[in-house]
């Protein structure tokens, strides 16, 4: 179980990454840990709204404190934190989505489970992550919950100690040595990895290509028509007629 010192946990809060960069704000120390059971404004990446609920929903923000090294490739290194902490508690058909979306498959299908928002507070990191526990009904996704992928129900504060636990191995490795050495184990459960994708971002289509995985530093590799293309953001779509 995780030191109790470090996690506040709130029956409700507006959005713990906004509360807990008040708090790094505020002087709090690296490796505090905000959970709420219900967000009132939970936010996603790119200004979209993260819903969640109390017994459908793991949310919670963690707070480190910035190392030396550079943050590229921090969100995929989350995204295989939070993969290696469900696959050990028994969760199988994980996948992750760059740049840090997380997956099962569920009726034949990639279904999304949980989602990072990372920010930057002054030298704070902040990671938020929301975590399906029952597949939230939300039009035009495919959403799953750990339910789907876990035979064995895990209550809501060993998950957390679970995540939490393999992010704090993450963050003191990544200072270290950064995303590199995550990079192989990242792209063999890359769930596009060699399949025809489309980049967007707003609606606009950015690039099409085959999915070569990421570089080093965590950039989206692309085999377009026009040669190799590298990407730092953007929405992954499977192009029609991949499976
Ligand atoms: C995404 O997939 O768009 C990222 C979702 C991140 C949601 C989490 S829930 C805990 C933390 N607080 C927030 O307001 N957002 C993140």
């Not at 959005?15 to 939970?42: C, M, Y």
């Not at 934190?81 to 028994?90: F, Y």
């Not at 009904?137 to 750990?146: F, I, K, M, Q, S």
Request: aromatic share 4%; charged share 25%.
């Amino acid at each position: 179980m995780l030191d109790a010192q470090r996690v506040e946990w709130r029956d409700e809060c507006a959005s713990t990454n906004t509360s807990l960069r008040e708090q790094a704000e505020a002087g709090a120390p690296s490796g505090r840990v905000l959970v709420a059971d219900r967000q009132t404004a939970g936010r996603g990446r790119c200004g979209r709204v993260w819903q969640s609920s109390p017994e459908g929903s793991l949310t919670f923000s963690v707070l480190y404190k910035e190392g030396e090294g550079a943050l590229s490739g921090l969100s995929l290194a989350v995204g295989l934190a939070l993969l290696r902490a469900l696959e050990k508690l028994g969760a199988r058909a994980l996948r992750l989505k760059w740049p840090n979306d997380l997956l099962c498959q569920k009726n034949g299908e990639d279904a999304k489970l949980a989602g990072v928002l990372i920010e930057r507070a002054g030298d704070a990191i902040i990671i938020g992550i929301g975590l399906n526990l029952k597949a939230p009904d939300l039009p035009g996704e495919v959403t799953a919950g750990l339910e789907d992928c876990l035979e064995t129900p895990a209550a809501k504060p060993a998950l957390l100690a679970a995540i939490v636990g393999e992010l704090d191995v993450m963050w003191a490795d990544f200072c270290a040595r950064g995303f590199a050495p995550l990079c192989a184990d990242w792209q063999a459960h890359h769930v596009w990895q060699g399949k025809s994708v489309r980049l967007m971002e707003e609606g606009r289509v950015l690039a099409e290509g085959i999915c070569r995985g990421v570089t080093d530093d965590g950039a989206l590799r692309l085999a377009t028509a026009d040669g190799e293309r590298t990407f730092w953001a953007g929405d992954l779509r499977l192009r029609a007629g991949e499976h």
